[in-house]
């Protein structure tokens, strides 16, 4: 069975860093692209940052150059560094082994619980 846990969410404020962590288990970790995903309530899911199992990496436009996607395959973890905040980044965000699908990425499990980051001063 597949378990994607995320943690390392919190209240931080405008200009701040946090670094979100993912622990996977379940899945060939290495031989999985990975995304991070972020969703807000009314709204999708937002994919903000992809890795592929070699390293390669891919940012949405509203995170570009502020935030960084890793992952330590000995340790089945991917990590989101997030420097900059904003208010607009407040969000639950989620991890994911991801596939691509028709014309999109999509997550290939069940989601986990998400990790909550709210950016307030």
């Known amino acids: 069975q597949v378990q994607l846990v995320e943690s390392g969410g919190d209240l931080v404020q405008p200009g701040g860093s946090l670094r979100l962590s993912c622990t996977v288990s379940g899945i060939t970790f290495r031989s999985n692209a990975m995304g991070w995903y972020r969703q807000t309530p009314g709204k999708e899911r937002e994919l903000v940052a992809r890795i592929t199992g070699s390293g390669s990496t891919v940012y949405s436009d509203s995170v570009k150059g502020r935030f960084t996607i890793s992952r330590d395959n000995a340790e089945n973890t991917v990590y989101l560094q997030m420097n900059s905040l904003k208010p607009e980044d407040t969000a639950i965000y989620y991890c994911?082994?991801?596939?691509?699908?028709?014309?999109?990425?999509?997550?290939?499990?069940?989601w986990g619980q998400g990790t909550q980051v709210t950016v307030s001063s």
């Open positions: 994911n082994a991801i596939v691509f699908v028709g014309s999109g990425w999509s997550g290939r499990h069940s």
